[in-house]
C-alpha cells in the first residue's frame, strides 16, 4: 500500500483542506482507488472513486449515504441513503456504518467506485480487499 501520512495540525483544529490519497486497486495494479477525506471535527465526508488507464474519465455517480453511531447499541449503526445508486449501494452502506462505528462519529460517504477491471472482473474476495484497503486509509487518515 503507497505510504499514507496525514500531516499534524498544530492547532489540534480539523484541517480546512480535504485529504487526498491514491493508491492500487488490489489484484489490479492498474486501476487506483481514488480518496478524498474531509474530516470536520464534528462528522467526516468521504468521496471514492476508481480510475485506470483503459476506463473512461468519467465515472457514474455512485451512492451517497450518511450513517452514524448508534448510541445504545454501538456494535449497530444508523444509516441512510441519501442518493441511491443500486451498483454501489451495498458497497456504500456497508463502508458508513463500519466508519461511523469505529470513528464514533456521523459519516457521509460518496461512492463511485468500480471492481470490474479488477483482475478477476470484481469478484466479492476483490470488493473485500478493496473495502479493506479503505477502511485502512481512512482510519490512518483521521487517527492522530
Do not use: C, W
Not at 483544529?13 to 493508491?23: D, L, Y
Not at 448508534?70 to 452502506?93: E, G, R, Y
Amino acid at each position: 500500500m503507497a505510504s499514507i501520512a496525514a500531516t499534524a495540525n498544530p492547532s489540534g483544529s480539523p484541517p480546512s483542506e480535504p485529504i487526498e490519497v491514491s493508491f492500487p486497486l488490489p489484484r489490479a495494479p492498474q486501476t487506483n482507488i481514488h480518496l478524498q477525506l474531509r474530516n470536520n471535527g464534528p462528522n467526516i465526508l468521504l468521496f471514492l472513486t476508481t480510475a485506470s488507464p483503459d476506463a473512461p474519465t468519467t465515472a457514474p455517480l455512485g451512492s451517497f449515504v450518511y450513517a452514524m453511531p448508534n448510541k445504545v447499541s454501538p456494535s449497530d449503526a444508523f444509516s441512510t441513503a441519501l442518493f441511491p445508486q443500486s451498483s454501489t449501494l451495498d458497497f456504500t452502506t456497508r463502508l458508513a456504518k463500519l466508519l461511523a462505528r469505529k470513528l464514533g462519529k456521523p459519516v457521509y460517504v460518496g461512492n463511485s467506485m468500480s471492481f470490474a477491471n479488477a483482475g478477476m472482473g470484481g469478484t466479492v474476495e476483490e470488493e473485500m480487499e478493496g473495502f479493506r484497503r479503505v477502511v485502512e486509509a481512512v482510519m490512518k487518515l483521521v487517527q492522530p
